[in-house]
């Protein structure tokens, strides 16, 4: 499965140069494939290269992170970093 949103992202990124625009396109590109949204938002992070202990910085913890995107769990503090990092709006992203 992820392979094949990894596919999908790389084709997108050739497409958009900028990354607020590339993760919006991959981001609508995905959802329109059926993805899950969990499955996306790590597609995001892994494609920009950001790790959940960059996302959480000092304002919350990793594990809080890593249950947000990972759809376990929903911290309105991770929604909103996890937002920041990947210039989308939480009611895309979640």
């Known amino acids: ?14 497409i ?5 625009g590339r993760n919006r396109a991959a981001l609508n ?4 494939q059926g993805f899950p949204l969990s499955g996306i938002r ?4 892994v494609l920009n ?5 960059d996302i959480a910085g000092d304002r919350t ?3 809080s992170v890593s ?3 990972n759809g376990l769990r929903q911290s309105k503090e991770a929604v909103i970093l996890i937002c920041e990092k990947l210039g989308l709006e939480p009611e895309e992203l979640f």
């Open 29 to 32: 590109c995905l959802k329109d």
């Open 67 to 69: 249950n947000t995107v």
């Open 49 to 53: 290269g950001i790790s959940y202990a």
């Open 42 to 45: 790590r597609a995001l992070i």
């Open 61 to 63: 913890s990793v594990a």
């Open 16 to 20: 958009q140069e900028k990354s607020n």
């Open 1 to 14: 499965m992820f392979s094949k949103i990894f596919q999908s992202i790389k084709l997108i990124k050739n």
